[in-house]
């Protein structure tokens, strides 16, 4: 298995762009989560799917930041439009459900100027 | 929500001697506890994990301890080497939950 796959690996884009993340779990994981990575913060859980349905997105810092799931394979992570505290490392992970650790992708290092 | 705390924020170590990583857990539903490892510009790695109905785990030079009733688990590294030298996390996962919520990391350097 190819592991998770997140695209791009690094993004540049200036404030006010709309910026799209992409993430494809391991399959047969049917749990996906968006985590964001700072310095100042740590890791942060952003939101979560089981079986495609966002269970919580209560980590999701505000309306500019939007995720989907429209199938097993395929997770976005978007935010419109993007500032530059926005910029960080975005990690995709993945998991069966209720068991076992995440596996964790390599992360889209996010810089807006 | 849970919350989990970690210490040190960072420890740095000889190379050989044992490092100890610490953390606590608010939630008593938690029953399961990973510990990743960070290398610089990498992703986290899981390194080893310990369920509730287990004290103690051990993988050659890496063990984890759990206390249930003080809800705190311990990260040890014995004969450490430099290139165990990372940012260590820990994170904890209640049973019917599926989000885990991690430390805030432990920077380790081990200095040859």
């Known amino acids: 298995d190819a592991g998770v796959i997140q695209s791009p690996r690094h993004e540049v884009t200036e404030m006010g762009q709309e910026v799209t993340l992409r993430c494809k779990p391991i399959?047969?994981?049917?749990?996906l989560f968006w985590y964001r990575q700072t310095m100042m913060r740590g890791l942060e859980l952003l939101i979560y799917f089981n079986n495609n349905v966002p269970i919580d997105d209560s980590g999701m810092p505000e309306d500019r930041f939007s995720a989907k799931m429209p199938n097993a394979s395929f997770s976005t992570l978007k935010i419109q439009p993007s500032e530059p505290r926005d910029s960080a490392v975005y990690f995709c992970?993945?998991?069966?459900?209720?068991?076992?650790?995440?596996?964790f992708g390599s992360g889209t290092r996010l810089t807006v100027v | 929500g849970e919350n989990v705390e970690q210490h040190p924020s960072t420890l740095s170590v000889q190379e050989g001697d044992s490092a100890v990583i610490k953390c606590t857990y608010s939630?008593?539903?938690?029953?399961?506890f990973p510990w990743y490892k960070q290398e610089l510009g990498k992703r986290p790695q899981l390194i080893i994990d310990i369920r509730s109905n287990v004290g103690e785990k051990k993988d050659q030079r890496i063990a984890v301890t759990l206390n249930k009733t003080a809800k705190h688990f311990s990260l040890h590294i014995t004969e450490t080497q430099p290139e165990d030298s990372a940012v260590y996390f820990c994170a904890a996962r209640k049973a019917n939950n599926n989000d885990m919520r991690f430390g805030a990391g432990t920077r380790l350097t081990v200095k040859p």
């Open positions: 399959s047969g994981h049917n749990s």
């Open positions: 992970a993945s998991s069966f459900l209720g068991g076992g650790g995440y596996t």
């Open positions: 939630d008593s539903a938690s029953n399961y």
